[in-house]
């Protein structure tokens, strides 16, 4: 099975509003919810293309409850969840009817606790016993360690599991010091990491900084990737019009199952570009288009890139 | 025990921001939760007043467990909540630590069952019998028919105990025929209901249209009862500075407690008047200030009216 690990997971809250207007009252007219954090919305998506996936990471207090409840309806995903004495976080995203725009209100994590921290990384470690490839994705709950993710990619590593890493700010800095196969991040992320704005250059670095492969994403341009077998872009067909949540997590699901099924990186790339391209085109935040991601399979453009100076 | 009626009752989430920006991301700096509604509000006051008190309504789902849950903790409350299928909403206040300023999220209520609403209707009457006052509060849930207030009046008039209805739009002016003992509309609600925007004229027009007693709160102008045994303005002692969240039921909780001790109207209008002006001065939306309180109470101007033409 993939396994995904999400240690600030998240019940995300849905409100749609007809417009979001500061310091006046509003009726919300529907309300979604489903279980979140990036490595659960990786895992919805792998279970969708008919992979076994287990999800790990922290769950605690009533919210936590219900991320559960939510968890055990989706199809194909188990949950190994970790329980915690604090409560997990709910995100909500208010969505404005007319204009489209989304504001997001997002709680803070639970503390976790040193124990529960522990607690964790054996159930982790069992886990990996029978995962054919791990996925570290998301924000650090406050206690978690800043080198967490670096932790748990030397424990992947020394098990001989391949490990994706999906972080920001900190947790991305520390993180690729374990040496991840594979790092996936976005423009902002590469350049918070690099200090440069120059995608190649910055993939480049990113890539000497300890990643075995980084895959840059780059919004509407596609993705960039750097790898020991060489370098490639791919890009969607056209400028996609849609809501753009979960399109990095619809990424790094393609990228997984590339990677489990041995795909040479160009059918990786492809298959990943045209799952995120079809999650932005889809009616649902974070869900992908299963016809639309079929027919863009046949139409991501896969291009080497020469060696750069 | 003083019963009050919260058919639609909420769990409160507040989240304080520095400054809310719409269609942007926010980290929510604190969260805080407590069990809600018009009528539980109003109980909550009432129990720090030292009176006994029960609450019913319906509370349901996920977020119901969590409001009884809450509730439990609140001393001299007693939950005689009633359980239905669908989930109690919530309701969220988004405060601006710059501004103060608050943008309130009102999820829809459950919708009530035709089985559900006769339920309630006969533990309400049950509860009747040993309550020396009953309030009636706030919105109506889909499913419960629009003139549930004027039925539920009735109800509590036939076993003989006096009934305060503090609603608005269609439950008002269908509520107002079930003839409450008292009426607590505010300024907003006062015109919707009579069409008239001069305060005198459109309390005695409520009173003509059902109500024993209008008590209408005009924010920081005080109060203006129209009773039976006269006419008063009641006036807090300056322009008060603060929250005026929860300032409306605490007045009501005055109302109710003066009118279960029995004092003239004088002595009730000013003690919902510092009551109500204590909650605006509370650094905590919707808990009163008690030092403040018993200071407001020798503060409170009332004047007796004269007849108008």
Not at 277 to 297: I, K, Q
Request: hydrophobic share 40%; proline share 7%; charged share 20%.
């Amino acid at each position: 099975m993939i396994l995904t690990v999400t240690l600030n997971t998240a019940l995300d809250i849905t409100y749609r509003v007809p417009a979001l207007r500061p310091h006046t009252s509003h009726r919300v007219s529907e309300v979604t919810e489903r279980p979140g954090g990036k490595g659960v919305n990786v895992a919805r998506v792998l279970a969708a293309l008919g992979h076994e996936v287990t999800v790990t990471g922290f769950a605690g207090g009533t919210t936590g409850r219900v991320l559960r409840d939510r968890l055990a309806e989706v199809p194909g995903v188990l949950d190994a969840l970790v329980p915690v004495s604090g409560t997990t976080r709910r995100t909500v995203a208010v969505v404005d009817e007319r204009s489209g725009g989304t504001t997001q209100l997002n709680e803070p994590g639970p503390v976790i606790g040193h124990a529960e921290w522990s607690a964790f990384q054996e159930a982790y470690e069992d886990l990996l016993a029978s995962a054919s490839a791990v996925a570290l994705c998301g924000s650090l709950p406050p206690g978690v360690p800043v080198g967490a993710y670096a932790s748990l990619a030397r424990t992947a590593r020394a098990a001989g599991v391949p490990v994706l890493l999906d972080t920001s700010g900190a947790a991305l800095r520390r993180g690729v010091a374990g040496r991840p196969d594979v790092l996936k991040p976005n423009a902002e992320e590469l350049a918070e990491l690099t200090g440069s704005h120059e995608p190649l250059r910055a993939t480049q670095d990113a890539r000497r900084r300890g990643a075995g492969t980084v895959v840059a994403s780059l919004g509407p341009q596609g993705v960039l990737a750097v790898t020991p077998e060489g370098r490639w872009r791919a890009v969607p067909p056209a400028h996609l019009h849609g809501n753009p949540t979960g399109a990095g997590d619809s990424l790094v699901a393609g990228l997984l199952a590339g990677l489990v099924e041995r795909l040479p990186w160009p059918d990786r790339l492809t298959r990943a570009v045209a799952l995120s391209a079809a999650t932005v085109l889809s009616p649902v935040a974070g869900e992908f288009d299963r016809p639309a991601y079929e027919e863009l399979l046949g139409r991501v453009a896969v291009t080497a890139e020469a060696n750069a100076a």
